[in-house]
């Protein structure tokens, strides 16, 4: 067994897909018509074959709801691994990304939170 797709549910898959290529660098690996949405898939260009983040309509009540409700408690939906959180902070800022929490030391790990503009917190952290 292993985990092949993990999902974020975002507002707009063309914002989502800009955002997360565009700002977050990662590639668009799938885009196949899914009724009125689309099997939208990302992966990281270092692990092309890895791990595809499915950005999947939030449509469903539950989904609005629980991202909701996550945002106003400052929960990150998810997590994504740098290799320096620092240098990824700083990059991302020029590129306009908004962040809810610095890159911030937190004993063996260094965490930071961003708002990824369909409606999720997302955290980036790097293992010392």
């Known amino acids: 067994m292993r985990i092949n797709i993990a999902s974020v549910y975002v507002d707009d898959q063309a914002k989502a897909l800009a955002f997360y290529t565009e700002k977050l660098g990662f590639t668009k690996k799938t885009d196949v018509p899914a009724g009125e949405a689309r099997w939208l898939t990302v992966v990281s260009p270092a692990d092309p074959d890895g791990v595809e983040l499915l950005l999947e309509p939030d449509g469903h009540p ?17 997590q994504f691994a740098v ?16 962040f809810t929490q610095d890159a911030t030391d937190m004993g063996p790990v260094v965490t930071a939170v961003f708002d990824d503009t369909c ?10």
């Open 62 to 78: 539950a989904a609005r709801r629980f991202k909701e409700a996550l945002v106003d408690d400052g929960i990150p939906l998810t």
């Open 83 to 98: 290799d320096d959180v620092y240098t990824e902070v700083e990059r991302l800022k020029g590129l306009g990304v908004e």
């Open 119 to 128: 409606g999720n917190l997302i955290q980036l952290a790097a293992m010392k």
